[in-house]
């Protein structure tokens, strides 16, 4: 039977039961199931504010909209970024009318510390730190840069749902954190996302922008009064990025097993590294020791990465790759050359499969051949 690289894992049952409460109160938009997922990850998180979205992307787009205009930011000024992520991250800078500025990985394929500071101009408002497949990287270190510098960070959390840095959740020291929820992602749903903010101006204001720049919801306009209310008012021009209930309902579910199913990711990336260990061809990443990784995934470097790739496929095995080196794209080559080791990772890294699914079994067999092929 195949090994894809994702496998979603749906607690069928729980999810219908909580999708049927949303059909039979007629509420299957913003509502009360999204005001119960914002309030169960707030009180997951120890966030002071949350709010539900319908992507990732879309939670980052805002942050930079709402920072912009908060902050007095000019159309071209600078976000640094990294070219080793899911294009997504650049392109909600630019729709921001910012401009991406490129710095280079580490060993954990997160931002590096001595870039990021070598791209820091007087254009430079913040920096974007992708914790890519749960890796916490330098956080620490940039988080203390930012704030010496005086730049927001804004942090993309989209692979780091339960990830934890000395026992507590990643999230507390940027200006912006931005989850994904999305359907492969460890908190699954169809697709939604949720963002955060210390700063309750920042919150009341993406809930705002959310929603088309409209000053109250539907569900606040239909709950505060007897009937339905039609007045409400359009103070800026907004966004129809906000989550629904149904989608809601799916992360109740998946919240309640997410801390369970991390554990067992970190299980099966434990069998990998045993597996894996000890062979000059197969470069494993590195975790930070305080770093407790919601594993994502489960990432190595192969010199005849493509080889090994066709390889498993033959053997019905679907590994993936995370990611192309932005730069290679038409929109963002102004910054190619400027990152090589971002480039070079680009070349090797593959995601071995990860999901709760697998076994033992598979990931011995998985290993074994990447063994046999790498080179």
């Keep these: 039977m195949p090994i894809q690289l994702f496998a979603p894992k749906f607690r069928v049952e729980e999810c219908l039961a909580e999708i049927r409460e949303c059909l039979e109160k007629g509420w299957t938009g913003i509502g009360f199931k999204t005001l119960e997922m914002e309030k169960a990850w707030k009180e997951y998180t120890g966030f002071p504010h949350a709010h539900f979205l319908n992507s990732n992307t879309s939670g980052l787009h805002l942050a930079f909209e709402i920072f912009k205009k908060k902050y007095g930011w000019l159309d071209g000024d600078e976000v640094i970024t990294t070219p080793l992520t899911f294009v997504s991250v650049n392109h909600a800078i630019l729709y921001a009318n910012l401009k991406p500025i490129f710095a280079d990985v ?25 914790g890519i497949g749960g890796n916490a990287g330098q956080y620490e270190e940039i988080v203390k840069l ?10 993309d959390a989209a692979h780091m749902a339960g990830t934890r840095l000395h026992g507590k959740h990643i999230c507390h020291d940027a200006d912006a954190v931005v989850y994904s929820f999305q ?17 309750s101006v920042d919150d009341e204001k993406v809930r705002q922008s959310s929603w088309m720049g409209i000053n109250k919801d539907t569900y606040t306009r239909a709950e505060n009064r007897c009937g339905y209310d039609w007045r409400y008012d359009v103070q800026e021009i907004g966004f129809k990025y906000y989550g629904n209930s149904i989608m809601a309902g799916i992360g109740l579910v998946s919240l309640k097993y997410l801390d369970q199913d991390n554990a067992y990711r970190r299980q099966l ?16 990443i590195p975790l930070p020791a305080e770093c407790e990784s919601s594993t994502h995934l489960f990432q190595l470097r192969l010199k005849n ?18 990611y192309r080196d932005n730069t290679e794209y038409p929109m963002y080559q102004y910054g190619e050359g400027s990152c090589p080791n971002a480039a070079q990772a680009s070349r090797e890294i593959l995601s071995l499969p990860m999901h709760m699914s ?7 067999l998985i290993s074994d ?6 080179k």
């Excluded at 992602?185 to 903010?197: E, H, V």
């Excluded at 990336?269 to 494993?284: D, M, P, T, V």
């Excluded at 697998?358 to 011995?364: P, R, S």
Aim: net charge positive.
């Design 106 to 130: 580490d060993q954990y394929l997160c931002l590096d510390l001595q870039s990021i500071e070598a791209r820091i101009s007087n254009k430079t408002k913040a920096v974007i730190f992708v």
């Design 369 to 374: 051949l990447v063994i046999r092929y790498a």
């Design 358 to 364: 697998l076994t033992n079994a598979d990931v011995e």
């Design 183 to 199: 359907a492969v992602k460890n908190l699954p749903t169809a697709d939604s996302g949720m963002i955060c903010f210390h700063d």
């Design 305 to 322: 990465r493509d080889a090994v790739m066709a390889a498993l496929h033959g053997h019905e095995i679907y590994p993936g790759v995370h």
């Design 146 to 155: 930012c704030k010496k510098r005086g730049l927001k960070l804004i942090l």
């Design 269 to 284: 990336a434990s069998w990998y590294r045993e597996k894996l260990s000890g062979y000059e061809q197969i470069g494993l």
